[in-house]
């Protein structure tokens, strides 16, 4: 028979456990953003002293909202795709796209997104997982081969950065 004492040690001991594993897998979510380089299009770029670097107060908010573009050149010869200073803007035959709000912001952001909509818009390179296609330079064909552990990783851990208030442009089709 096991001592009274060790129950309330015991008991302890389960209910930290859902934070560890809470704090391990938002340890790997962190881990995989950074190593997929999802900042390098998601946080706007800035000048800074050695050069252009990822504005991190405006971390994994996208293409800022006040930052007007002129009309995209066209793609033509070997030079099919062009991005703005920002690094959130991109265009190509396929128009133009914005990098996304990925902070948890409920208006702007993936706020209101559930863990199954992140992981269909990965899987089937369609917004929310049935919406619009998800453009380049979002690479799908390599992100789709996530697992499912690593995709709610990523979810849980972007769910827990700073929310930034940043209502992105939609897609421009192609200029004809």
């Known amino acids: 028979m096991m001592p009274r004492t060790a129950l309330p040690l015991i008991a302890a001991a389960l209910l930290a456990a859902p934070a560890y594993a809470d704090e391990a897998k938002l340890a790997r979510g962190k ?59 991109w265009a190509g035959p396929w128009g133009v796209s914005f990098t996304a709000n990925l902070t948890p912001d409920r208006e702007t952001g993936l706020g209101k997104w559930t863990q199954r909509n992140f992981t ?18 979002m690479p799908i064909p390599m992100y789709k081969h996530f697992t499912d552990a690593d995709l709610e990783a990523i ?22």
């Open 31 to 89: 881990y995989l953003v950074t190593i997929a380089g999802c900042n390098d299009c998601h946080t706007p770029w800035k000048m800074g002293a050695q050069g252009p670097e990822p504005d991190m107060s405006r971390m994994l908010s996208g293409h800022p909202q006040d930052f007007a573009l002129p009309p995209a050149p066209k793609p033509e010869g070997p030079w099919t795709v062009s991005a703005a200073v920002t690094n959130t803007a």
């Open 120 to 137: 269909e818009t990965i899987r089937t390179g369609r917004h929310m997982g049935r919406g619009r296609p998800i453009l380049p330079p």
């Open 155 to 176: 979810f849980t851990y972007l769910q827990s950065i700073p929310v930034v208030k940043n209502r992105v442009p939609e897609p421009l089709p192609p200029a004809k």
